[in-house]
């Protein structure tokens, strides 16, 4: 072929086009003939068994995931249960156990409440009741007969005792 070194009527990219073109038949009739003479059975074979072991891997690796996102307990971490079409119509039910344990929160920290507030009365109480009994003997210490004499005779009176005890009047 007569080449022009100033007109070439084939660019550089179809040439390199025409070489990848030409290296990918010299390649295929390789391997044609490598088939044909039974030398690839082996690897036609490995290559086989190596796409159906990556099939079960991935069949059971779908399968590991769909039993995981059936599980009743992923789907209620995970919030999926209130999307499904059957769940919608117990959402009445599920408000109101929501609102039951609320409640429930609710009267159980008011009852501890009260139940403070009561603790803290009793002990005033008993405090009262202590101080009452303090009360009460020094009430008794003071106006015991003799130390009401003893107060009669200091400022000068005179306690006589009835000779005869009074009457008393019943119903």
Not at 41 to 59: K, N
Request: hydrophobic share 35%; glycine share 4%; proline share 3%.
């Amino acid at each position: 072929m007569y080449r022009d070194h100033e007109f070439d009527p084939v660019s550089p990219d179809e040439e390199a086009r025409r070489e990848a073109d030409e290296e990918f038949a010299r390649r295929v009739r390789r391997e044609v003939l490598r088939v044909n003479r039974g030398e690839a059975d082996e690897d036609i074979r490995a290559d086989m068994e190596r796409e159906a072991g990556e099939r079960a891997e991935e069949r059971a690796r779908e399968c590991k995931e769909r039993r995981r996102k059936a599980s009743t307990l992923w789907q209620l971490l995970s919030g999926t249960i209130l999307v499904q079409e059957g769940i919608s119509r117990y959402y009445p039910y599920m408000l109101c156990i929501a609102a039951m344990f609320f409640l429930s929160i609710v009267m159980m920290f008011t009852a501890l409440h009260f139940d403070m507030k009561y603790s803290r009365l009793e002990e005033e109480v008993q405090w009262l009741r202590e101080r009452l009994i303090r009360l009460e003997e020094q009430r008794f210490s003071r106006t015991t007969h003799s130390a009401v004499v003893e107060q009669l005779r200091l400022r000068g009176i005179g306690l006589y005792d009835p000779e005869k005890p009074a009457l008393r009047i019943e119903n």
